[in-house]
């Protein structure tokens, strides 16, 4: 176990629809990082914070948009769902920036 | 742009036998190399890693090898057993705050018993 906690585990939409991915790092870890895992894309950086600024932003979206709270979880929204968008969605957190990653076990989103 | 090229995309072993999957990177900054084990229904876990200041790094049965005039670094599994099916990746990044690992595209490895 990683310590790392995602909910839910499964989320099935509609197309156009928005939802809203929870991660909760493990404790004490300040950096939280989104991921997204898809067949074709394989596993694409979105964007990362640490003790709640973000640091640096990957191939997000401008569809989608995260945050991360005083308490350190961090909630990654998805809006204008597409087809396209359906994916494994993971979250990982770090104490430090360069400490190792410690990865959640994923949110497999559907969008129908 | 960052690239990483991970080879072969998928690997079958007997047990017993020595897996071996290769990483090759572009971007000479990189100044740590991990490889990270994805079981499924699982997030990436961290492996194994090492830093440019060594050219191997052995941990049980899993070593990597890292060749920085090539650009290349390696996954050594010996006596691989069927519980080491899973996809592998490397992950090779930039020590600092911004921190945006590129995973490679993934192996998966099957080790038949």
């Known amino acids: 176990d990683s310590g790392v906690t995602q909910t839910p585990k499964h989320l099935i939409t509609a197309t156009g629809q928005r939802v809203t991915l929870r991660c909760s790092p493990r404790?004490?870890?300040?950096?939280v990082y989104w991921y997204q895992q898809s067949l074709d894309q394989g596993l694409q950086f979105l964007i990362q914070?640490?003790?709640?600024?973000?640091?640096a932003k990957g191939n997000i979206l401008e569809r989608f948009s995260a945050q991360q709270f005083p308490d350190l979880h961090s909630e990654l929204n998805l809006s204008s769902l597409e087809l396209g968008d359906s994916a494994l969605y993971f979250c990982?957190?770090?104490?430090?920036?360069?400490?190792?990653?410690?990865f959640g076990n994923g949110t497999r989103l559907t969008v129908t | 742009q960052q690239q990483v090229k991970q080879s072969p995309q998928s690997l079958i072993v007997q047990k017993g036998g020595i897996s071996i999957i290769n990483c090759a990177y572009e971007n000479t900054a990189f100044d740590y190399f991990p490889w990270y084990q994805q079981f499924p229904g699982k997030g990436p876990a961290l492996l194994i890693a090492?830093?440019?200041?060594?050219s191997e790094k052995k941990e049980g049965r899993f070593t990597i090898s890292f060749n920085k005039s090539a650009k290349q670094f390696s996954l050594h599994i010996m006596d691989s057993q069927p519980g080491d099916s899973a996809t592998y990746f490397c992950?090779?990044?930039?020590?600092?705050?911004?921190?945006?690992?590129?995973f490679g595209s993934g192996t998966q490895l099957t080790v038949l018993p």
């Open positions: 992950a090779p990044e930039v020590s600092g705050s911004a921190r945006q690992l590129t």
């Open positions: 090492i830093r440019p200041d060594v």
């Open positions: 404790s004490g870890d300040l950096s």
């Open positions: 914070y640490y003790n709640g600024e973000e640091r």
């Open positions: 990982a957190s770090s104490l430090r920036t360069v400490s190792p990653l410690h």
